[in-house]
């Protein structure tokens, strides 16, 4: 149990105590816990009750409650609050737009208590008579309902991975195979899955036993797999195939259905590897990554294919914050992280601007401040070097939030977005063309702002937006959070084909979130990127150029 899942369990708890009007000082010491838990600088799960009381703000019965919760999964006070809330008014606080207040006059004035009667009532135009409410509140929470809806059993690729190791493992261990793989879309990578594919050759008779035995929940008996959930909720998918035939069925259920139609079917016929296979078909071997049916069979038949970038690539890292703003480790501890644990030579900096007031943006006073740090970090951790960048916030009319001689005195510059996202799709593109013609914008930070199954971003004209990029020679960011990976993998290509360079941004709040980056490579695989094309995988030499020229 991360500290984020934590910090969401205090949340959570803070939210229903405001549901059910507790005592409002209570509320808030449990959400002011909430907010510090996600900053504490180590694991809380592994650390001691003393370790944990000790932090500030952070007093013995908030330690008490979180090793309860490490141990058992839940806390008294929660439960007391769940035992008295219907799942559907609980399923309601997961709906963007809706908190407490709203959720209660949902509840108790107009008698709603699910998700369904809900969306039912949008479309009836009921939620409109409620106090509070407006039409365009109603048709928010429409959209936010529908947007759910549709991403139900959908899940991160980056949620799942640990547990499909371990359920691989599982496997193996006590079936024996001499072949397996994962499969399907997470052997592709995607980075929101329905389902985990696994192929393995061994008994059909002998793995639905095993399933039955292990995973009895749901397990069914397709045709083609066996299909079951584990007790974390993932799908898993089991193909049960012959050791003869496992390299051609690893190909055919590996590969999207656009990119198993580009293959001549009378090829795919069972050989030693998928190498071979892929050779008896004119072709040079296909990455798994690339197997969606784009260009790449095209691209296979005249030796014309990426060498994909990998993490072992990357020289450094970018687009990263500390305590100056809302990260939960010192510029110190991120650099030395960077340095030590993953053996790179340099660390951009790249903490909130002054209009990001909710996650402590810096005032230019605090910019001047930082800024001398560096330069004494940058002496003790010589050839090492910290970069002095910010993530300025690109503003309503696409300027950025500090003056040009303050923006001058940057190595580089991240422009993102992160207010007033409710737009259409002129008013995002022209707000990002504005900021793109920025002399002073180095990269283009999350060009969507989308949270994957969360929020679907803002429409943009991505065409015009990476025109304007390879016109002002702007890098466009990958952002390796697993709940952004934006930009999407899909429009990799038509960047990379413009001439624009990528770059495979952790955006980085704590030491552990710099390990992002292996997600960010895993979408950058996908839209074809190889190591020459990525900003950050420039040598310390090649990137000081870079910034220098720019």
């Known amino acids: 149990m991360d500290n984020k899942t934590i910090a969401k369990k205090f949340k959570l708890c803070s939210q229903l105590m405001e549901l059910h009007n507790e005592n409002p000082f209570r509320i808030k010491a449990i959400a002011s816990a909430s907010f510090k838990l996600d900053k504490v600088p180590f694991q809380l799960e592994n650390a001691s009750f003393e370790e944990i009381s000790a932090q500030p703000g952070i007093g013995k019965s908030t330690a008490e409650k979180i090793k309860k919760l490490v141990e058992t999964g839940s806390f008294d006070e929660l439960d007391s609050m769940l035992s008295i809330t219907p799942i559907g008014i609980l399923e309601m606080l997961n709906i963007k737009g809706l908190g407490p207040k709203k959720i209660q006059i949902i509840w108790n004035d107009l008698e709603i208590e699910s998700v369904g009667e809900l969306l039912y009532a949008c479309n009836e135009n009921r939620l409109i008579e409620a106090k509070g409410f407006g039409l365009k509140t109603q048709e928010e929470i429409k959209k936010s309902i529908e947007f759910s809806i549709s991403n139900q059993g959908w899940f991160l690729y980056a949620k799942a991975l640990a547990h499909a190791d371990q359920t691989l493992k599982s496997l193996q261990q006590s079936l024996s195979p001499t072949h397996s793989s994962f499969t399907g879309d997470f052997r592709r990578k995607c980075e929101v899955l329905s389902a985990i594919d696994i192929i393995l050759d061994a008994s059909k008779e002998a793995t639905l036993q095993y399933i039955h035995r292990t995973y009895p929940n749901h397990v069914k008996e397709d045709n083609d797999y066996i299909s079951f959930q584990d007790e ?124 990001a007031v909710y996650a402590n943006g810096l005032s230019i006073e605090r910019v001047q401040q930082q800024r001398q740090e ?150 950058a695989r996908k839209g074809g990127l190889s190591a020459k094309n990525c900003l950050n995988s420039f040598s310390l030499e090649e990137i000081e150029s870079f910034f220098a020229k720019k």
């Open 374 to 523: 560096i330069d004494q970090l940058n002496q003790q951790l010589a050839p090492f070097k910290i970069f002095k960048g910010i993530e300025s916030d690109i503003l309503s009319d696409g300027s950025l939030d500090y003056p040009d001689e303050i923006l001058a005195g940057f190595d580089f510059v991240v422009a993102s977005v992160h207010s007033n996202l409710k737009m259409e799709e002129e008013k995002a593109t022209a707000r990002l063309l504005k900021a793109i013609e920025n002399p002073y914008t180095t990269i283009l930070g999350h060009p969507t702002g989308r949270l994957l199954l969360s929020r679907s971003g803002y429409p943009i004209d991505y065409k015009k937006i990476i025109d304007a990029c390879a016109a002002n020679q702007v890098v466009i960011e990958i952002n390796a959070n697993p709940l952004r990976l934006d930009l999407d993998w899909r429009w990799h290509r038509y960047a990379l084909e413009k001439g624009v360079l990528l770059s495979i941004n952790p955006d980085a709040h704590r030491t552990e979130g710099l390990r992002d980056m292996h997600y960010g490579v895993f979408a």
């Open 232 to 355: 974390n909720g993932f799908s898993f998918h089991i193909y049960v195939t012959t050791s003869q035939d496992f390299y051609k069925n690893l190909l055919l259920t590996t590969g999207s259905q656009n990119h198993i139609e580009l293959l001549d079917q009378q090829k795919i016929t069972p050989l030693g590897s998928e190498e071979e296979i892929y050779a008896a078909h004119g072709l040079t071997y296909i990455e798994p990554e690339l197997r969606e049916g784009l260009d790449e069979v095209t691209l296979a038949k005249t030796n014309q294919l990426p060498t994909l970038i990998t993490f072992e690539d990357l020289k450094g890292t970018l687009h990263n914050h500390s305590t100056y703003s809302d990260g939960a480790h010192s510029l110190a501890e991120m650099a030395r992280y960077c340095k030590e644990d993953l053996g790179l030579s340099y660390f951009g900096i790249c903490d909130h601007s002054k209009t």
